[in-house]
């Protein structure tokens, strides 16, 4: 933004710092977890990808911090305040434009998943980071009158930008998300720094100015035009539910050469998939469970834990005419996608419940199955922790009748550094 050759150092209304550090403390942690979304379809959401954005983020906000400040006591002008604002929206529009660009070029990158999530977060969400963290301090700067206030002016803004943070966090978990969805909610912060930054300090249009405005639509266009291709040539879908990000599209089955669709929350594996013209199964893996006609042939009733597509349950619909199942599946949108995208229709024997598999199992009746199926899964292969502990095996143990079995999807080795987590689990049982 231009600057005024005099210093403005009073903001033009009496609130308007307040406004500012609170809005910009809820877009700063909105930013944040809206990151996590914007990394899983290209490095996963486990926790090297959030201890990443996390620390890095906080380092630049710790910069941040130390810049505005050393700035404010040089040069308190609030127009310089809005113009880091609104150049930290056109960071923003940076990381609309190129988020997949830099993101396909780590995920090539001969590094490990560490370093690829540092860099990611480094590139892309660093240096808008910096110029949020700039607001709180030269803030503080404009609005202190004199040394008697000083101590109340600044536990005043910081608790504003602290409570702003909280709202952001909960907004962004509780409703953007799964309301909005990540890519739309990045288009919303950008907007909104733009939009605060003009409040703060009306500005006529320079090159500069416009350069940003135009790199923020842009963005967005690129964005959309991209978005709108993807669901054109390959059905893609991408999706936000409350648990993750999940990608639905359709890719031609390399030992069948049929096409299939198939969802995937991670660029690492594919958690379900569903031949376009009939139910069979198409991973071998998911054949593995019918093991379950050799261990218990009289079964009547199974637990399943972990639905996703529900590409098992309704094969055990069609293979056990007289048993029923139940699949406790975490996340209730996993369920709408099923049914939208992999066919699955209700029937009496099926029966859905949308909770937590440990929270399941601590809470079901005992003796009640004649199978347990493990089928649940978090980001890089992993088996959620809570399900593969003492505990949960012997909650396992306590709901299944006393000749039950339990056959469990487990990603690994069986000889080798590799079969560690193999061999801990078979010592477990």
């Not at 810049?67 to 002008?77: F, S």
């Not at 604002?85 to 780590?106: E, H, M, N, R």
Request: glycine letters at 6%.
């Amino acid at each position: 933004m231009s600057e005024q050759e005099s210093p403005q150092i009073k903001p033009p209304t009496k609130f308007i710092l307040e406004i500012t550090v609170f809005v910009c403390g809820a877009l700063v942690m909105t930013y944040e977890i809206i990151g996590s979304r914007l990394l899983s379809p290209y490095l996963g959401a486990s926790t090297y990808v959030w201890t990443s954005l996390i620390g890095v983020i906080l380092a630049a906000l710790s910069l941040g911090y130390w810049l505005g400040g050393k700035i404010a006591d040089r040069r308190p002008d609030i127009k310089i305040l809005a113009s880091v604002i609104f150049f930290a929206g056109g960071l923003v529009s940076v990381t609309i434009l190129l988020k997949d660009l830099i993101l396909s070029f780590i995920t090539k990158a001969p590094i490990g998943l560490e370093l690829k999530s540092m860099l990611a977060a480094l590139l892309l969400f660093a240096p808008a980071s910096i110029l949020l963290g700039f607001v709180s301090p030269y803030a503080v700067k404009l609005k202190i009158s004199s040394l008697e206030d000083s101590g109340k002016t600044v536990g005043r803004l910081y608790a504003l930008s602290t409570v702003g943070s909280i709202l952001g966090t909960f907004l962004a978990g509780f409703v953007l998300i799964p309301f909005v969805g990540s890519e739309k909610t990045l288009y919303l912060i950008g907007a909104s720094l733009i939009g605060l930054s003009i409040l703060l300090a009306p500005f006529a249009l320079s090159k500069v100015n416009v350069a940003v405005l135009v790199l923020f639509i842009l963005g967005i266009s690129a964005n959309e035009l991209k978005t709108y291709y993807l669901q054109q040539s390959r059905d893609l879908h991408d999706i936000d539910t409350e648990y993750s990000r999940v990608q639905i599209f359709k890719i031609i089955e390399p030992h069948t050469k049929k096409m299939i669709r198939v969802l995937t929350n991670d660029p690492y594996f594919v958690q379900s998939g569903t031949f376009l013209d009939s139910d069979d199964l198409v991973f071998d893996y998911n054949k593995y469970y019918h093991l379950l006609r050799h261990f218990k042939p009289d079964v009547k009733k199974s637990l399943m834990i972990g639905g996703a597509g529900y590409s098992f349950p309704k094969d055990y619909l069609a293979k056990y005419p007289n048993a029923e199942i139940e699949v406790a599946e975490i996340d209730p949108q996993m369920t709408e996608i099923a049914r939208e995208f992999f066919r699955l229709k209700e029937n009496p024997r099926l029966k859905i419940t949308h909770q937590d598999g440990r929270v399941f199992l601590n809470q079901a009746e005992s003796n009640q199955y004649d199978a347990v199926l493990m089928d649940a899964f978090g980001s890089l292969f992993s088996v959620p922790f809570q399900l593969t502990t003492f505990e949960a095996v012997q909650h396992i143990n306590r709901v299944l009748k006393d000749d039950g079995v339990v056959i469990f999807n487990l990603g690994g080795a069986i000889k080798g550094d590799a079969a560690s987590f193999l061999q801990a689990e078979l010592n477990t049982y």
